[in-house]
């Protein structure tokens, strides 16, 4: 199977899955804390670590139509939250490459 690869993010404010406590995303890269995810809020960050993804598929979501992946931690496999691999209307265009990290399945530290 081989050794996992965990990566650790620098800096004071750092989100951590809440399951296994792996690093995630820094608040450094929150694009905005203004989303809905599956279990209430959720913000949008331009990067992620140590995920794992899940297969393309095209979901309905609030504003449109989308191609996401869902996004796993890697250490734990918890669901996170997804990924935007494609966004079909063009004011929507901004999110793609970006990941939705729900924050019920995060923890923050250095906070």
Request: glycine share 8%; hydrophobic share 35%; net charge positive.
């Amino acid at each position: 199977m081989g050794r996992l690869f965990i990566e650790t993010l620098s800096g004071a404010r750092i989100f951590k899955c809440k399951c296994c406590k792996v690093d995630s995303a820094s608040h450094d890269d929150i694009v905005s804390k203004e989303f809905q995810g599956r279990f209430g809020r959720a913000y949008l960050f331009r990067n992620a670590v140590n995920i794992s993804l899940g297969p393309t598929e095209e979901r309905m979501l609030f504003r449109g139509l989308h191609k996401v992946n869902d996004i796993y931690c890697s250490s734990c496999q918890q669901s996170l939250g997804w990924k935007y691999e494609k966004a079909y209307d063009e004011s929507q265009k901004y999110k793609e490459g970006m990941f939705i990290l729900e924050k019920e399945r995060m923890l923050k530290e250095g906070w």
